[in-house]
């Protein structure tokens, strides 16, 4: 007697509810991210074959060029800490709204007499009022220098670890630029720090 023979059928699934996680945790994504705040420095870095991940946590990155010094502290805390303690330093009082504004400023370079202003504009006018002179490196008023200090004790505060600190110099900017601040970092016994650099090309 021959064998009966199965009807084969297309097996289908249902991916409606793949669908629904899958924008889910797309939108998830875009609402809880941080949009990248534009570099108000244009720094073009030197090259390097040597490879090493910037860490994202408890970092101050230095930003040298055109004669100018630009200051980034990273993590929205330290930042608010940080504008606390200068206040405190130069006799100026900041408003819990101009506070959490400063929290997700990128790197600023500008007086702290100015900083108030500065943080008040837009983005837009911020570039274009010719504000962001660079922090101040002179002797007599050594404003990077407090800068550094300040953020390293409120790191030091908050998280218990010592900061980090990066520079990121243009190539074509003057040694002595660039020696000025290596020279504020060492009077404050910072004798180890990152350079930023660009990567000249993967290993064939």
Known sequence: MPRAKVQRKST??????????SFLLLTFFILTATARQPDPLDVTIPSSTYKLKVPDLDMGILSIGKGKVFYEIVGNDIKMATLDKMGEKYGIKFTPEERKRFGVVGAFGVPVQSLKQYINMNGDERTKSGIETGIPTDSTNNQLAEWVMQSRTAVAELHAAPMRISIKGDAKEEYPAVKKVIDILQKQKINKFSLITSAEGDAQ
């Open 12 to 21: 289908s699934i249902d991916m409606t509810a793949m669908c629904d996680v």
